[in-house]
């Protein structure tokens, strides 16, 4: 008996020491699944927050606008023809200079000419019964001076010759105006300049006074360009006539042009918040092209000083919400602030603002829908907005 304890005795240790065993490997595997899903967890939430770029507000830079603007010649007249035919032949091509009262082209007036000779032929007969219709009103006012025929037969001679006088005034302005429609078969500059756009060819149906009709030539004068530059309305009241602006060209690379101030059209468009102006600019060399895109620089200088407590700011770290214009500050823990600002100058790319400090960390294209209170993940991009 004591035999059978002592063997069941031996039997149990190494079963307890394997349960052992066994339920450390469970413990331990428990514990290693554990702080795997801790860190799991921890990664999830690091990833969940997002980053972004903040910068510190800068401060007042020389007050320079670039704007975009349209080169226009000075004079440009689409030339159309005033009668209808055929174009006979065409004496100017694109690129072509002209000077006033030169001829670009003829058109064939078949129709016209008819009309032309049937009026002079009107005209003729009209001269011819108006000169028997005053002889006879001569002759009949000699008879009433001898009594020999009533009063009343003179009257009546009397008002069919001034009816007859009209009649042949009325042929006569028929047969001008005909020759007026004849004499624009000649199609003719209009004033000295370049011929830009050419629109027929020999053997083409001109048709005149139609909605549709194109302009046969086009001609334009380059001596002089004006551009169109639409101002912001922040910088309309630093603008004077005799204002000097710079531009560029594409087409002409490495090369700064200079404009002057002409006029403006004095009123800001409600749609764009803008100010039509007009520079002007001497092209006698023939440089430049109307038409052309030109990137207009104005200027300003110091003339106007920053407002006090202003930094300027990219205008993609602007938020609009319903309070109004606001931005988005990152603090030292990674903890975002909405902070309302109010915008002084708009400059294009940057606003002066008030209402922040250059120490704050202002976040850079900010999410739409970012809050106070929200996480982030801050990194400095540069030392300020405005180098």
Known sequence: MSDFASSSSSFRKPLLAGAAVF?????AGAAYRMQQRSGLHEQSEAAAIPSVDVIHPGGVASNTLVLPGRLQAWFQAPVYARTNGYLRRWYVDIGQPVKAGQVLAEIDTPDVD?????????????????NLAQTTSNRWDRLVAQNAVSQQDADERRGNFAAREAMRNEASANVQRLQTVSGFKRIVAPFDGIVTSRSTDIGALIVAGTSTTQPLFT???VTRLRIYVSVPQAYVARL???TTAEFTVPDQPGKTFRAQLARSSGSVDPESGAMLVQLVYDNHAGLLKPGAYAQVTFDFGTSQPAAAGAVRIPVSALLFRHEGSAVALADAQGRVRIKPVT??????????VIGLQPSDQVIDNPADDIRTGDRVKATLQRK????
């Open 240 to 242: 004077r006539e005799g």
């Open 343 to 352: 915008i002084t100058t708009d400059f294009g790319n940057e606003l002066e």
């Open 114 to 130: 008819q009309q032309l000779s049937a009026a002079r032929a009107a005209l003729a007969t009209a001269n011819a019964q108006r």
């Open 219 to 221: 001609v334009s004068d």
């Open 384 to 387: 300020n907005a405005h180098a």
């Open 23 to 27: 339920a450390l490997i469970l413990a």
